[in-house]
């Protein structure tokens, strides 16, 4: 397994004698992790975000276990040379992919997100929101190891948040890590691992609290396992609920974008479990229409 990427008493600021906008920066974040990055407008989210990225160095102080690394910027420069299949083969073949191999992935992402039909389209003449589904499919052509999200949600149509949101439980499922800054305290709520909140030039992680209901649609999960067999945890923290109706049973309400990252997740267990059913649930958990 690959080791935790660390930072130890990292510091960025801009210039010899600009002010710090981080200092003393403490942090890990290990294989398989969803991290959330909370802050004001201007505190340093997206100073922190390029650091794990490794689109800035430190100015100070060290980081150490860098993964295979994909990053979606705040903003995204969409007036490039390339068709956007074009720009996706070509990074897709910069991030180690063969031209083929990248063609298809480019394919793939592009359909995922619902802009398939203008994969041949210059980039210079994508709309804002299609700009930003080409941003989100570069990031996720070569399955990263450490994914980073700067808003990536912001522009996105319905349909394509659900995707990056599925996309998401894919990368922590196989065993990547996510750092994410977002705006909505509902995105990918109860899911994190960990919360750090940046302010002062600091970096502070959150104490675990009672989290935002998930929004959207759930998917109710009928699974069962060996009779002492334990959940695997990538299920329980995809699971909005998860009850234990009998020996190695379980009743599992998961949001409909991470369902199927969840039963990949089941099925691919050792032993493998059985899913009994699946079923779209309209009533959160919790709450009885």
């Known amino acids: 397994m690959r080791p935790d990427l660390c930072l130890r008493d990292a510091g960025r600021r801009y210039g010899l004698r600009g002010p710090w906008v981080l200092r003393g ?17 201007g505190s340093g989210k997206s100073t922190l975000l390029r650091l794990l990225a490794g689109i800035d160095a430190p100015s100070e102080g060290r980081i150490t276990g860098r993964p295979r690394t994909a990053y979606v910027p705040e903003r995204f420069p969409p007036a490039l040379p390339f068709s956007a299949a074009g720009y996706l083969t070509h990074l897709g073949t910069v991030h180690g992919l063969t031209r083929k191999g990248a063609a298809r992935a480019a394919g793939e992402w ?29 990031a996720l052509l070569a399955e990263p190891e450490l994914l980073v999200l700067d808003e990536a949600w912001t522009g996105l149509d319905t349909a394509a948040r659900a ?3 599925r996309a998401v439980a894919e990368r922590t499922a196989a065993g990547g890590s996510v750092v994410f800054v977002d705006h909505d305290p509902r995105r990918l709520a109860g899911l994190p691992d960990a919360t750090y909140a940046v302010r002062d030039a600091g970096v502070v992680r959150q104490e675990p609290a009672r989290a935002p209901a998930p929004s959207g649609p759930q998917v109710l999960v009928e699974a069962q396992g060996p009779p002492d067999g334990r959940l695997p945890e990538a299920v329980r923290r995809m699971a909005s609920s998860a009850e234990e109706t009998g020996p190695g049973t379980y009743r599992l309400s998961v949001p409909a974008p991470h369902s199927d990252a969840l039963l990949r997740t089941l099925l691919a267990a050792r032993p ?3 899913v009994v059913s699946v079923t779209p649930r309209t009533t ?4 009885q229409g």
């Open 163 to 165: 995707e990056l949101e």
């Open 284 to 287: 959160p958990p919790g709450r």
């Open 110 to 138: 592009l359909e995922r997100l619902g802009a398939a039909a203008y994969a041949e389209t210059p980039m210079a003449r994508l709309s804002k929101g299609s700009s930003q589904k080409v941003a989100v499919a570069q």
């Open 25 to 41: 920066i403490d942090m890990t974040v290990a294989p398989g992790r969803l991290v959330r990055v909370e802050g004001a407008n």
């Open 272 to 274: 493998p479990w059985h």
